[in-house]
């Protein structure tokens, strides 16, 4: 798991690649908000072949 912050009202973005020898159906990224240990809220995005 890897962690990002910037402040509040902050935005950031990153890169990212996969590569498979096996066929390979789909991808999924989900990314949330924390306050201290607590969620508040997620989202989750697909990319599916």
């Known amino acids: 798991m ?4 910037n402040g509040s009202g902050a935005a950031m973005g990153w890169l990212t690649s996969a590569t498979s020898q096996a066929t390979t159906a789909g991808f999924a990224v989900q990314a949330a908000v924390y306050e201290k240990n607590r969620q508040i809220r997620y989202c989750t995005g697909y990319k599916w072949y």
């Open 2 to 5: 890897s962690a990002f912050y």
